[in-house]
C-alpha cells in the first residue's frame, strides 16, 4: 500500500525472499500472474520486466551490492542512466539530495569502501529511490548491520513509505523491527498465515 512500510515475517527458508524475488520481476513464477501499472508482467519479455523494473520498482538487499570503484553520488546516479530521463547535472543533484537525505551528503564524494556498514545501506536506500519508484522491495536491509544502524536504517525506510508515497515492502528477520511496520505479514511453508 503506498505510505505504508510493511514487513514480511517467518522461518528461514519459508519463501520470503523468493517472493520478493517473484514481486521484483527477478525471477520468472511456474504459474500465476504479476501485474504493475495495468501491464501483465510474469509471462513478459525480459526487455519488458527490466524497463519495469527501472520505472516502478526499487531494491535494498542485505549486501548493499554497490561497486567498489565508484562514489556514492556515482552509485546513486546508476539508476538515473539505465532510464536516460535526466542529464548528468540533474542526475548529480538528484543523487546529491538523495544523498542529504540520508544524512551523507558531506561523504557523497567518498568512495563506497571508505563508508562504514551503515553509510553504506543508507547509500544502497538512496540507490533504491533514484529513479522514484511506486515500490521498495526491502530483502533483510538490516541484517548486516548492528543495533544502531539498523535503527537507522528501518527509520529511513519508514520515513521514504510516510512521506514520499512510496509502498515498502520489507523481508526481515528482525522481529523488533517488523513489529513497528504499518503491517505485519507472517509467512509459513510458501503461503501466508491468516491473522
Not at 528461514?12 to 520468472?28: E, I, M, N, P, V
Request: proline share 3%; hydrophobic share 40%; net charge negative.
Amino acid at each position: 500500500m503506498p505510505n505504508e512500510l510493511c514487513s514480511i515475517v517467518g522461518p528461514s527458508g519459508c519463501g520470503k525472499s523468493s517472493l520478493l524475488y517473484l514481486l521484483g520481476l527477478l525471477d520468472r513464477v511456474d504459474e500465476g500472474e504479476i501485474w504493475i501499472h495495468g501491464k501483465e508482467l510474469a509471462a513478459a519479455s525480459d526487455t519488458a520486466r527490466t524497463e519495469a523494473r527501472n520505472h516502478y520498482l526499487g531494491f535494498i538487499f542485505q549486501f548493499h551490492f554497490l561497486l567498489p570503484e565508484f562514489t556514492a553520488l556515482e552509485n546513486v546516479m546508476m539508476p538515473m542512466k539505465k532510464t536516460g530521463r535526466l542529464g548528468v547535472a540533474e542526475m548529480e543533484s538528484k543523487a546529491h539530495d538523495l544523498l542529504m537525505e540520508m544524512g551523507l551528503g558531506d561523504k557523497s564524494r567518498r568512495l563506497t569502501t571508505q563508508l562504514s556498514g551503515g553509510e553504506q545501506q543508507r547509500v544502497a536506500v538512496a540507490r533504491a529511490l533514484a529513479n522514484d519508484p511506486d515500490v521498495i522491495l526491502a530483502d533483510e536491509p538490516t541484517g548486516n548491520l548492528d543495533i544502531k544502524n539498523s535503527n537507522q536504517v528501518f527509520d529511513l525506510m519508514q520515513k521514504v513509505a510516510e512521506e514520499r508515497g512510496q509502498a515498502v515492502l520489507m523481508v526481515t528477520h528482525n522481529l523488533d523491527l517488523a513489529e513497528r511496520a504499518h503491517r505485519i505479514y507472517r509467512m509459513q511453508d510458501g503461503e501466508f498465515l491468516r491473522s
